[in-house]
């Protein structure tokens, strides 16, 4: 998409550009210098920006503005007489000129949120086939960046085999539980998740700060009576929790919640975060619900506790609704993924009767999405070179 014209405005502070298909945009002059992407300002190799704000002078304007034979921008800067090319296309991409202003708990436009309608499409791959890393498996990490959950079939029953998974993508987060730890019934557990109690749907360890951002689980044996899965879209009760009670949503929001454990010897974790966190822009950033491991709510005024817990009960009845669920049984050799600041998880309680055996780790999203946005664009340069 080739650029038409381009117009300085307010003196060199600013200019507005057309495209050929009646698009516009206006950029201002310090964020056009500071973005230049000249080979000065940004390294060839890896497109580092190797100036800093304060190489800028801050009395930078525009001297002039044309578009080329090309359709791209050509600009001058004064008062350095620096002049930069603008690609058109890169223009278009990183326009902020945006007059639509977001709702308060908006969700990226890569995420989608779903409920138990995602049973009979549950994002799912084979292990074999995941370790090919190709398209078949950009297609599960990008399932897992959209849904926040996804499942892999036909692992060995060996331990550890989902440290192998984690490796496929990123690196396990280590913690206090060790590389990963063992989820099966113990007498007197340290931690409850180790019984056969069923488990309020929650994401893991939210006294940590940084959380874990990923939960693999995998199932090593499974003759145990009951003890089935369940997911919850944490951003999706979010989404419905905004819909019928808005006030609940911007207490949960507004006011954080404390969590602490204390389970072992030599640890004592404690994390302060509201139950659903949203950035400067508003977007929903993450969720933390989690009962076992809440401490006492010491952050929130007296003439608001009130509120605050008929918001908080509204959410976890929110997630218990049976429309909310996705609920699978886990069988030898399956595994799951959640994206733990949105996605939680739940059990079932089981009986004594038989095994069950799972193991879990936590790994982080950013190795994740980073694998995944490489397998695109090596996709995007074979579909490139088919053209
Ligand atoms: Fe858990």
């Not at 296309?89 to 995420?111: F, M, Q, V």
């Not at 939960?215 to 145990?224: I, K, P, R, V």
């Not at 979010?238 to 019928?244: N, T, V, Y």
Request: proline share 4%; aromatic share 10%.
């Amino acid at each position: 998409m080739t650029l038409e014209t381009a117009n300085i405005l307010e003196g060199g502070k600013a200019l507005s550009v057309q495209w050929k298909n009646g698009q516009t945009a206006r950029f201002h002059a310090m964020w056009l210098r500071d973005n230049a992407l000249d080979s000065e300002t940004r390294a060839a190799g890896n497109g580092q920006r190797m100036i800093t704000i304060l190489d800028i002078p801050a009395e930078t304007t525009l001297k002039s503005a044309k578009v080329n034979d090309g359709g791209d921008l050509v600009l001058s800067f004064i008062p350095e007489n620096k002049e930069v090319i603008f690609p058109s296309n890169w223009l278009s991409d990183h326009s902020y000129d945006n007059a639509n202003e977001k709702t308060k708990g908006w969700i990226g436009d890569r995420k989608k949120t779903w409920d138990s309608a995602l049973n009979t499409s549950i994002p799912t791959i084979d292990y074999a086939q995941a370790q090919r890393k190709d398209q078949e498996f950009g297609s599960w990490l990008s399932a897992v960046e959209s849904h926040g959950f996804a499942v892999m079939t036909g692992l060995p029953t060996t331990s550890g085999t989902l440290i192998e998974v984690a490796e496929l993508f990123g690196h396990v987060r280590e913690t206090n539980y060790g590389k990963f730890f063992e989820v099966r019934s113990e007498i007197n557990p340290v931690n409850l998740a180790y019984t056969g109690l069923g488990l309020q749907a929650h994401t893991d360890n939210p006294y940590r700060d940084p959380v874990p951002t990923l939960q693999l689980l995998a199932c090593l044996e499974n003759s145990a009576d009951g003890g089935d899965s369940i997911v919850v879209d944490g951003f999706k009760a979010a989404e419905i929790l905004r819909e019928e009670s808005p006030e609940s949503f911007d207490l949960l929001a507004g006011y954080p919640v404390r969590f602490e454990y204390a389970g072992t010897d030599g640890v004592k974790l404690r994390a302060k975060r509201p139950t659903i966190e949203l950035g400067p822009d508003g977007e929903i950033l993450s969720i933390r619900f989690n009962n076992r491991s809440s401490a006492p709510f010491t952050d929130i005024p007296f003439d608001e506790m009130d509120r605050f817990y008929s918001a908080y009960r509204k959410y976890a009845e929110i997630i218990e609704r049976p429309e909310m669920m996705v609920s699978f049984m886990m069988q030898p050799g399956d595994l799951f993924i959640v994206d733990n600041t949105r996605v939680m998880h739940a059990r079932k309680g089981f009986s004594g009767a038989g095994t069950r055996w799972l193991q879990g780790c936590y790994a982080d999203k950013d190795g994740l999405l980073s694998t995944l946005s490489y397998i695109e664009s090596l996709q995007n340069l074979t579909r490139e070179a088919a053209q």
